[in-house]
């Protein structure tokens, strides 16, 4: 006698589950998308003070992107540049077996991430071990040659940079994961440029 | 056009009578779409007239089973008008999509059981990976394949239309495995176009038969997706060499289905997940009710909309009580998307092509690229103006 009952129940039953799930399902695309703003809004993480942030600071040579890849600009000072006028085109993390041009490394770094580069006299097994570390930190590092260092590893984030003699796993991680997002576009999390203090 | 009288007798071989509630019947044509709910009386004909009997036995008959007077050919005159039966010639050239008469046998195969086990693993090793790996979750900087923007765009375009039009086709094999053709149509979904495989067939059909077509789509989004993440997580474990420029598009691939995926649960917006939703409840038309009933409290209706209203399904009105915070909580969002991504993303391109246009040297390299640009950026604002357009003059070429 409960069978037929059953039956009349379960499409029903079967109805306000999948209702609710797909109901579910559409609250959270929108709350993971209005939230992630939220988030950022009311982010109260505190970046590393200078003291603790490796390498040099540099000055602040402007942020204006030239008109187009080639267009004239004032040179940089510091070599791979840290700042100044750059290309609109844009380079995202990842390993780059072709050098990038210096107005597109400028861009790399406002976005927030760091460019690890090496020159012509670094050891192809070195090299290797720098693109392993750009595995490890496919959202935050570029890695590319450059030709035009004299020597060694260069590593850069926007308004920083330090050299190396030769490859340091320790040192160029801890580049990456300290220099990596204290600025996108503005100091992100009360970072300073630790130029102006 | 045919001509009817008492003797006709009406070729409905292909018609499926299916019980909707305890006195409704949709009697509908899969291969056509086209289907009307009767009343138990109208389904009763409809299989004497499958039995051979002409309009007046068939009317004769059921007198003889109800003892009331029955006008069937008033009811066989409104299956002709409804266009559900018709002369089968013009049936053979209605517009239907190639891909979907594929045979039933072919395509079986690709909605059986262990596909749809094969389905659900790549969605969830999709996912578990994305949780192991978090830099594998896909951010909007993935659209940038190359540094020259107007390539990245183009191909990003070029990835997401074909896996689009993969999408599309799988709804319509999966229409075809249960002998349902479809086409192929260019709709608008809010601020979003998008690529639609009308398979209104499915709705002469029982429930049971059309979760597969319309889950077929988000099936195969979930092979390419796990296709373009599973490399990429053996690549970040160095457990395998890829070129790094494939792992970039690989990073586009996943971008453009998660967003594809996201896109079908916003149920709201009449999406695969809407279907789904729609047939689980047992509703006929939720998001026109929807849509009108909220409408009602603003403004007030024509006469056509206060008709759909009145006569529509109980079902569908109960369910509609709350589907419409969904509804209204869908518009809210779409607002805010437009505002928080849509518009600044145009406003940054826009930005940049148009320093292009005006710094670059005239008609050099960089100059059709911000040129490119442009039109790029207009077309993914303009193309659901346009569907919006289009639409409202084929109604009123309709009503014409």
Known sequence: ?197 | MITLDADSRLAVGHLIVRQENEDEYVVGDPATGTFVVVPELGARLVELFAAGRSVAEAATALEQETGEPIDALDFAEVLVEAGIISDRTEVAKAKVWSVSRVPAWVVKPLFGKVAWTFYAGCLLSTLWMFVAEPSLRPTYEDTFVFPDIAASLLLTNIVVVLLTILHEIWHAFAGAAVGVPSQLRLERRGVFPVLETDLSGLWALPPAKRYGPFLAGMGIDSVILFAAVAPRYAWSHGWIELPPGLIRILAMVVLSQVAKLAFQTLAYLRTDMYLVMATATGCNNLHQVTRLSLKRLIRKLRPEEATILRDANPRDLRVARWYRLLYLAGLIWMVFFAWEFVLPSAKVALGWSLGILFGAPIASFYWWEGLLLISFTLLDVTLPLFVVVRNRLRARRAVA
């Open chain 1, 1 to 197: 006698m409960s069978q037929p009952l059953i039956n009349r129940l379960r499409p029903r039953r079967m109805g306000l589950a999948i209702g609710i799930l797909v109901t579910v399902l559409s609250v959270l695309t929108m709350s993971s998308l209005a939230f992630g703003v939220l988030l950022n809004q009311f982010d109260d993480k505190t970046a590393l003070p200078c003291d603790q942030v490796p390498g040099t600071p540099e000055p602040f040579e402007g942020n204006n992107h030239i008109a187009y890849q080639g267009a004239s600009h004032a040179p940089y000072k510091t070599k791979p540049p840290t700042s100044g006028p750059h290309s609109p085109r844009v380079v995202i993390p990842g390993i780059y077996r072709e050098p990038i041009p210096e107005e597109l490394q400028v861009h790399i770094l406002e976005h927030g991430h760091v460019l690890i580069q090496y020159a012509a006299d670094v050891a192809p097994a070195d090299v290797e071990k720098i693109e392993r570390i750009g595995r490890q930190y496919p959202r935050d590092a570029v890695i590319a040659p450059y030709p035009t260092l004299d020597h060694g590893i260069a590593a850069t984030g926007w308004q920083r940079l330090q050299r190396f003699d030769s490859y340091d796993e320790d040192g160029i991680t801890n580049f990456v994961t300290k220099v990596a997002n204290r600025y996108n576009h503005g100091w992100r999390n009360k970072a300073t440029d630790c130029v102006s203090r």
